[in-house]
């Protein structure tokens, strides 16, 4: 399974909500969609899974949504951490992950 | 502590091979899927292969299948991968990792990665 995220780089500033988008080429079985962040020089780190479940400290301001092909991260009032790379994983069809969102100040 | 700590990373020339260890703290390794992880300097994250609980089951990416070689040494706690026949294109940082509260493939334990680099 292909998976495609949008945009690329996301601009934003403090403050403002974030919707990131990850499109897979074909159903997710049981809707097994997860997302990571990754920090410049750290491993990436575990925010949602099952589309819209959240990891152990995840906090309540960043919600995972959609089913099927179709699938959102939202960020809502960014703080100065969020600005990192974003990427989304299927674990339904054997692994593949997206490119990467990048979200920018 | 629960703690993923890989080793073996290196420089070696194209052809060349190395194994990389990966060392678990924490929790018993045997007793979960284990994958491995890699990512290219600059780009994305690819999966690799992953081991299954028993060790009888192991997969990998089309991009490394017949080349790599996952297992684990049960005694001392590691999962390792050999790499063989190593191209330019395996250059990455390889993370172990595996999903400890689901016992699937949402990876919530990272180690901190090992560096591989493949060059002449």
């Known amino acids: 399974i292909v998976l495609t995220q949008s945009p690329a780089t996301l601009s934003l500033s403090p403050g403002e909500r974030a919707t990131l988008s990850c499109r897979a080429s074909?159903?997710?079985?049981?809707?097994?969609l997860a997302w990571y962040q990754q920090t410049p020089g750290q491993a990436p780190r575990l925010l949602i899974y099952g589309a819209s479940s959240r990891a152990t400290g995840t906090p309540d301001r960043i919600s995972g949504s959609g089913s099927g092909t179709d699938f959102t991260l939202t960020i809502s009032r960014l703080e100065p951490g969020d600005f990192v790379v974003y990427y989304c994983?299927?674990?339904?069809?054997?692994?593949?992950f997206g490119q990467g969102t990048r979200l920018e100040i | 502590e629960v703690q993923l700590l890989e080793s073996g990373g290196a420089l070696v020339q194209p052809g060349r091979s190395l194994r990389l260890s990966c060392a678990a703290s924490?929790?018993?390794?045997?007793?979960?899927?284990m994958s491995w992880v890699r990512q290219a300097p600059g780009t994305g994250l690819e999966w690799v292969s992953a081991i299954s609980r028993s060790g009888g089951d192991t997969y990998y990416a089309d991009s490394v299948k017949g080349r790599f070689t996952i297992f684990r040494d049960n005694s001392k706690n590691t999962l390792l991968l050999q790499m063989n026949s190593l191209r330019v294109d395996d250059t990455a940082i390889y993370y172990c990792?595996?999903?400890?509260?689901?016992?699937?493939?949402?990876?919530?334990?990272w180690g901190q990665g090992t560096v591989v680099t493949v060059s002449s």
């Open positions: 994983q299927q674990y339904g069809n054997s692994i593949s």
């Open positions: 990792v595996c999903d400890l509260t689901r016992g699937l493939d949402a990876y919530d334990v």
């Open positions: 924490g929790f018993t390794l045997s007793s979960q899927v």
């Open positions: 074909q159903s997710v079985a049981a809707n097994y």
